[in-house]
């Protein structure tokens, strides 16, 4: 991923969007990882909030059968659902 943050997971991260509220400006990245304990091709996801040298990120959040899966249920969640999960990690 060319031109991307250096942050744990970003080689298995995409690029989801922004959140921006003032001042303030994350780059949102969902990162994907195949859930060796499920196996059978299960899929697990997690959110990274990064803005310059600032990163938060959710735990494991998602599990599906599929990449595609897992970034639609990603799409399900409003930019105020994401500002709610970024806020709850804190500073």
Do not use: C, N
């Amino acid at each position: 991923m060319a031109g991307s943050p250096a942050f744990p997971g970003h080689e298995r991260s995409k690029h989801m969007g922004e959140l921006r509220r003032g001042d303030e400006h994350w780059d949102v990245y969902l990162e994907l990882q195949p859930d060796v304990e499920i196996g059978g091709g299960a899929v697990r996801g997690r959110i990274h909030f990064v803005e310059r040298d600032r990163h938060r990120m959710t735990g494991w959040v998602f599990l599906e059968w599929q990449e595609r899966e897992v970034q639609e249920r990603f799409g399900e969640f409003s930019a105020v659902e994401l500002w709610h999960f970024l806020e709850a990690l804190g500073s």
